[in-house]
């Protein structure tokens, strides 16, 4: 089981927070923005005496709930089409598992979301990793590049989108080479679109699930851990509108008993979050990428694309090392008693590929802590002894 580039250097925060340093973590995507009140009070105002389980597929009324969001977001999905689960995590380990067979293969743009690559071990599958280039955003390559990637052993292509770690948005015309491709090869595509609402400027987000004739390929992951920034939910859901996919997730949701049931109960009063509380959350990212961007791309030899989605980018350092540099940064550098957490980007990429000097930096603090965060990043660099 592959480390999390994520949390492997919380040893070293951890130490540094003991000397008495601040750490502005940059490293994981826990928004600092508030969780909806109607989510808490959901919780609050609960008049349960037994904790009870929930149905294995989770909370009829949640499920029923849940397709009036959809609807919402213009995607027709049924409440049979659709399983809650303890996280978008566990989501995804129930369409690997339900969809691969130990020895098949799954072809992911990189870099991608660590933990793919954890769920694949976990599930016996093989990752096939598709190359992207930071000098064109991370854009989907050429069709050609994607076919001569799959052989008899490719089972499914896996998109993030808009994607963690690169907040790369995927256009609906490379959503439809996908799609082409996935028909060809009769191929299962695996959609994360956990970060749906957190698009940027004029841009709009296309969901797998309106895309026409791959319904019986397609099996989407859900989560209201960003969504609302209730991370510690831990609520999931997968889609398929093929009834054999959901039938088997059910197999696996039975074994693991139910999804949690208070998480559930916040889950549908989070439902009830009105759109105004987007608006301003979208705004509030919005600035927070340019400011990191921006400033990013003030230090000499630091290169960052402006991604128009999720909260994420990833940037090239001047560095032969980030997993280094970040740990030095963590364990021998601060300013005015600060340092910065961020995540090697080694951990988002195949082993194969061995890219060495990017790092994925999550704006989840501030624009002032950013601002913070950006000096701190400069003179580290220019101490740094390479």
């Avoid at 598992?97 to 793919?116: H, K, R, T, V």
Wanted: glycine share 6%; charged share 25%.
């Amino acid at each position: 089981m592959p480390a999390s580039p994520i949390r492997k250097l919380v040893p070293f925060a951890e130490s540094a927070q003991k000397k008495g340093i601040e750490v502005l973590h940059l490293n994981i995507g826990q928004p600092d923005i508030k969780t909806p009140v109607q989510a808490l009070d959901a919780v609050r105002k609960m008049d349960l005496e037994v904790l009870e389980y929930s149905h294995s597929a989770g909370l009829p009324q949640y499920r029923q709930a849940l397709t009036g969001y959809y609807k919402n977001k213009g995607i027709s999905v049924k409440p049979e089409e659709l399983l809650v689960t303890t996280g978008g995590s566990e989501a995804l380990m129930f369409a690997f598992m339900s969809c691969l067979n130990p020895g098949d293969e799954i072809i992911l743009p990189e870099p991608f979301y660590a933990n793919y690559n954890s769920f694949a071990v976990t599930s016996g599958v093989k990752v096939i990793p598709l190359k992207t280039s930071i000098n064109d955003g991370f854009a989907l390559p050429a069709v050609k590049e994607i076919e001569n990637l799959i052989n008899e052993r490719t089972r499914a292509i896996l998109v993030c989108n808009p994607a963690n770690p690169t907040g790369y948005l995927y256009s609906k015309s490379e959503l439809e080479t996908i799609r082409d491709i996935v028909l060809k090869y009769d191929l299962y595509l695996f959609a994360d679109e956990v970060y749906r609402e957190f698009i940027y400027g004029d841009e709009e987000h296309f969901s797998v699930l309106n895309m026409e004739g791959i319904d019986d390929n397609t099996v989407l992951v859900d989560s209201v851990s960003k969504r609302y920034s209730m991370c510690g939910a831990r609520i999931g859901t997968i889609i398929s509108r093929n009834k054999d996919v959901i039938a088997t997730a059910l197999k696996f949701a039975q074994a693991r008993l139910s999804p949690p049931t208070l998480a559930q109960i916040a889950a549908m009063g989070a439902l009830e979050t009105p759109e105004s509380y987007f608006t301003e959350v979208i705004k509030e990212y919005e600035s927070r990428r340019d400011t990191l961007v921006d400033g990013l791309n003030s230090i000499p030899g630091v290169m960052c694309p402006r991604p128009k989605g999720a909260f994420y980018v990833v940037a090239e350092f001047p560095v032969k090392d980030t997993d280094d540099f970040c740990q030095w940064m963590l364990s021998e550098f601060s300013y005015e008693g600060k340092t910065v957490m961020m995540a090697p980007a080694s951990g988002f990429y195949s082993p194969e590929n061995n890219i060495k000097n990017q790092a994925r930096l999550a704006y989840v603090l501030d624009v002032d802590r950013l601002k913070e965060a950006i000096e701190i990043i400069r003179l580290a660099l220019e101490k740094y002894p390479q």
